[in-house]
């Protein structure tokens, strides 16, 4: 097995989608010639995946892809307009374990680019909205019962700051879960190589068989990361509309 394992090339096994919508790779010797020719190939069902888990291990490869997709969701998905006059009142402030906005508090004024507001005689609360303003990066002071915050100015130059570094998050993280995946089949491919022959009776042991079954892999692997790749690119439209519109 691993002398024929190690005939193919894994640069040739490329995933290409064809105008039907349907994906395939590019036959091997003169079949693969023509321009828009492909060799159908259909993703790795569940039941396969079981069968061959000593090749594939779909629990922990999500594993891998979680580690860089869970900073890069929470990061786009944590953008916003940041504080303004209108959303001042619901800043979260943790006191005595509990959590309370802004608002609960005390009642809030705006003038101009600040926030003013009496605790009246509530002290205990100092401390925490101090906490919770540092934690938003907001400037508060405190003169007796009188307590005031800055509200930073925020532009529209601002907002395109913040939409080019999620885009460029985004790229990144393309670029690392397409590592990944060519990683996985380099994995699968070596483990092609120290089968033994009880497992061959699984798929067809042959170039061609191998071939074929490393582009299910590689179309599998593929859809997942679209998918991914769709819904963090749809929170990042959301978060374009929410700070510069359509």
């Not at 940041?82 to 005390?106: A, C, K, N, Y």
């Not at 009188?146 to 509200?151: R, S, V």
């Not at 993280?173 to 994995?187: C, D, G, M």
Request: proline share 4%; charged share 30%.
């Amino acid at each position: 097995m691993a002398e024929v394992a190690s005939q193919i090339d894994l640069k040739l096994i490329k995933i290409q989608k064809n105008k039907k919508g349907t994906y395939g790779i590019k036959p091997l010797g003169k079949e693969g010639k023509g321009k828009d020719r492909l060799q159908p190939v259909q993703p790795m069902s569940h039941d396969e995946l079981d069968q061959l888990s000593f090749l594939f291990d779909q629990d922990l490869f999500e594993s891998k892809y979680n580690i860089i997709y869970d900073p890069v969701f929470k990061k786009i998905n944590s953008i916003s307009r940041g504080w303004t006059e209108d959303t001042i009142g619901s800043m979260p402030v943790l006191f005595d374990r509990d959590l309370f906005q802004l608002s609960d508090i005390t009642e809030i004024v705006v003038q101009g680019n600040k926030v003013v507001a009496s605790l009246a005689g509530q002290t205990e609360f100092e401390k925490p909205i101090q906490s919770a303003c540092i934690k938003n990066k907001l400037n508060a002071s405190f003169k007796g019962d009188l307590m005031t915050i800055k509200m930073p100015p925020i532009t529209t130059s601002d907002y395109q700051k913040k939409i080019k570094m999620a885009q460029a998050t985004v790229k990144t993280f393309k670029t690392k879960t397409a590592a990944l995946i060519e990683s996985e089949i380099v994995e699968i491919h070596e483990n092609m190589k120290n089968l033994e022959e009880n497992q061959f009776h699984l798929f067809e042991p042959s170039l061609n068989g191998l071939r074929d079954l490393l582009a299910s892999y590689r179309l599998h692997l593929t859809l997942y990361d679209i998918e991914k790749i769709k819904e963090i690119e749809s929170i990042l439209k959301l978060k374009h509309t929410l700070l510069l519109g359509k």
